[in-house]
Every structure is written in structure tokens, then in C-alpha cells.
């Protein structure tokens, strides 16, 4: 393991002291961190503290070096440091885009209150793009007092660029995500957190990411409850299915030629500027991936983050069995309306294009027979046109977001898990946009997610106006978040909201989160089962990077 003996020894926790009304420092197992009142009060925020450092040069894919240690205060103030990503990404004047960006953010209530439980936030962007506050939750840890951490991991080629080989093993991201749960359990006691009442929580791609630690042996004992927002650990976009392919594709998309040359691809990558490997965002792919994400690893001689198959691990049922809280909004698939005209003609024109990458045929015949069925499932024996289009949304809302999260979820109550909470997210008022060529109005992606939380990610959300229906529903999610929180339910007994169990193995009840808030039955049967029927015979199990072939030497 990266830490040190002396690191864990010099990691003696002190309590939060006071430095005056408007600051407080902290003592960590790096030095001393001062951190501010937050201007609305109540809370002190300490940015930009460095949890572990990002490699550099040659070795920038490899797992992340011990952070920096100090003697004198560290100020920990907001330098708007994010990882390197698309221009897509939220990058703007008070950001500085930096190659060692791995920083931690840590929200404490304005207390002297200790072993208050602690919430870990991974923030989504398809593994492409965002950083820690692009979303706060401020607001919610106000409710009952809890400790909030966000931070920032490597993304894209940086992050996910999986070889196999010593130098780009794979998973990086997902490493710095495993050091920061490390930094936690060693640090948050000192701002009066509890290391043994963690729960994770993650949106979009945090979600996935999140689902894929539950896998993972090297989190063990590190969190506590899980919240997932519309993403799961068998999503199409979750896991590479061919890592390899996928960077060989992308080199020779960069005009890079001697990619099926293994050694060759992993000097290009190793020297290639940051500019240029996230030239693209990989955000539109009609296969419902983002190309450069999580891997399925193979052994190098290193820590392994995920080392099977998402699907064999659930179904070995070795994984911590902790409270979750899973769900999705009801119209997901609201994320590709932007592409609706474009993707119309394309989809009428070759469906099978637009089949989710995780499933496999024997040939381009199969392919074609099964997108067929799909096809006519979704729109019958009718073009794919504006009369369709909630059938359009319908149909990614289930390939991307409810279909695996629901098989996994089948896969957790099947392991006897017995505190899986499905929650479906609908709530919708005037100021919620309708789709397009109808009066209907829906949830989109994460459109819970921006109910719970607070911070510059909502401007950008056409669904976010600040009505008073909305407001109240805004308050109810972060109850039922906080509850969890503190709890394990997110209804526990003598609350006033409607009962809320965990659910069965027949995949009922859940908690319909809409205008009205109500405990339903099977959520979605006949899609559900339809999907089944398909991912029973063709499914395709994510496989980690092929051996190496012999490095040849010139005499």
C-alpha cells in the first residue's frame, strides 16, 4: 500500500479548534489546514486540501503518490483546480485546469459536536468532465448535522486509459477515488467526523463509480450506506468492454499509426499532450458509452481496484451488504432530446447502431434480427418520428440508466441484501420544460440529484426554477437524503412521510418521489422484462486487457 507506516503514525487526530469567529484550523496527518465560515454562515470550508498527488510524465496513468506534507498552515481556500477534460467540461475564467488536481473539499458544521457522520460526494460527467463542487450540498447537511467531502479525480484518457501494462494498468480515476476514502478514514475524526459512519453518494457517472467500490476489496470498511443517482455498476457506460480497442481506436482517431503495436500505443499515450487527448468528449455516442471509463483490470503486479466482471462479482455476492438507496428519474432518457432530429433519421436508417454496447451477437444478421425486435417494441411498425418521441426517451431511459440498474439490484436482493431502497424520481411543475412535440413534461437526468443539491451546476438547468411547489419538494429530498444518512432508512420510524421498505426480490416496492409522494409496486414491468429477455441471451461481460506480447528487441 502507498501509505506509510510513518504517514499512519503521524496521523494522530486532534480536535477542531477555533482561530476565531470567521476561521478554524484543523490538524491533519499532513500539517495544519485553516479553513472559513462559509458567507451564508453555520458552516467552516476547507478547499483545496491535496489528498494525494497525481503522478506526472510517463507515469501520469498509474495509481496516485502519498500527497504533500507541510510545516506551516495550510490555507485552505477555493483555487478552482479541476482535472484536465473536454473543452465540453465546465471550464470557465475562475478554474485552472492542472495535471496534479487531486484536491479534497471538507464542509463542517459550525459545532463542536463530534463523530458527526460523514458524506462523501462523487461527482458525475460520464467519467469526462466535471470536479468536486461542481454540486454542493450545503443545504442538506443543514438539516441534521453531517460532514460533507467533495473532490476531484483524474477523468478521460487520464484517467481511464487502460492497457494492462506497468505504466497504464488501468482504473486510475477509480484509484484516487480509493486514496480520498483513505484520506477520510485517517483525517475526517479531526474535523469531528466519524470514520466508522460514511456513506458515499454519487451522481450520473459518481453513481457508477460508487457501485463499483461496493465491488471492490480495496474499500473495505471504508463507507458505511450508498446513495446512487441515475447510474449503476451494469450500465453500458460503467465498465470498458474492450479497453484495449478502445485505445487503439481513439490513437488512430488522433492520426496516431502504429496503434496495433501495444508498446508503440503506450509510449504515444505516455508523451501525448493533455490538449490532445481530450480533444473529444465522447459524450454522443449512439452505443450508450463514453468510451474511456472504468476497466475490468488485469494483475500487473499492483493494486487491483475491480479485478472480475461487475456481473461475476455481484453474483459471487462477496461484497459489503450496506444500506443503499438506488433510483432514477423517470424520464433519463430526456439527456439525448438535444439529438432527437439528428438521431431520428439515423435510427430509422440502421437501428442496430443504437443497441447498447454491453450486447453481444454472432453477426451482423443477428444484430440486425434483434435491433428489429427492439425497434418494433419501442415503435411498432412505425418510423422512428416526432409522433414517437417519448417511445424515443422511453427507449435510453431504459438502456442507459433503469434497465441495469434494476439488474443489479435483482442481483443484490437475490444475494439476500434485505436494505435496497428503490426510490423513482417524477416530480414536474409548470416551469419544467415539456418534451418536445408533446404537452408532456418528465424528469430528466438527474433531476433528483438536483433536488438534494445546491451550487453552480444548476444554473445550467432549464428544469431548476425556484417555485414554491418546488421548494417544498426540495425539502422533502433532502430529508429523505438525510435520513438516510444519519439512519441507514430514509423513512425512518415516527417520520410523517409515507412508510418506505426495502425492497424484495421481486423488485417491489418502490417510492414513486413525484408531485405526490407514494409507495408503489413493480416499477416498469413489461420494459423490464422485455430487457431480460434480451440481456439473458446477449449479454456481453466486460474483459480486462489481453496479456502482453513479447517486447521485441532490436540486436
Known sequence: MWWSTCLSLCAILASVRPDSTDSREVKISQGTVKGYRDPEGDLFAFYNIPYATAPSGTARFKAPLPPPVWLNTFEAVDKGVICPQTPLGPVHSNLTQQENCLIVNVFVPDT???NLPVVVAVHGGAFQIGYGNWVELKELMRINKVIVVDFNYRLGVHGFL?????????????KDQVALLRWVNRNIGSFGGNPDDVTLIGYSAG????????????????????????GSNLAPF???LDPLKNAKDYAKQLKFERFDDIYALEEFYKTASYQKLTSDAFIDRPDSTFMFVPCVERDVGEEIILDDAPINLLQNKQYPKVPMLIGFANMEGLMRIDLFDEWKTKMNKRFSDFLPADLHFKNESQKKKVAKIIKEFYFGDRSVNTDGVLNYVNYFSDVIFMTPALRSIKLLTEAGHDQVYLYEYSFVDENVPVVPHTDVRGANHCAQTMAVV????IAAREDVVDTEEYREMRKTMRTLWNNFITTGKPVPEGSSLPKWPSINKDL???????NKIELKDTLAEERVKFWDGIYEKYY??????SPLPPKHTEL
Open 454 to 457: 445546491d451550487g453552480p451546476a
Open 162 to 174: 487502460c492497457l494492462g501494462t506497468e505504466d497504464a494498468p488501468g482504473n486510475a480515476g477509480l
Open 238 to 240: 460503467a465498465v470498458q
Open 540 to 545: 456481453r461481460i466486460p474483459r480486462p486487457p
Open 207 to 230: 453513481s457508477a463509480a460508487v457501485d463499483l467500490l461496493l465491488l471492490s476489496k480495496s474499500v473495505r470498511g471504508l463507507f458505511h450506506k450508498i446513495i446512487l443517482e441515475s
Open 508 to 514: 417491489s416496492p418502490y417510492m414513486s418521489l413525484g
Open 112 to 114: 463542536e459536536e463530534k
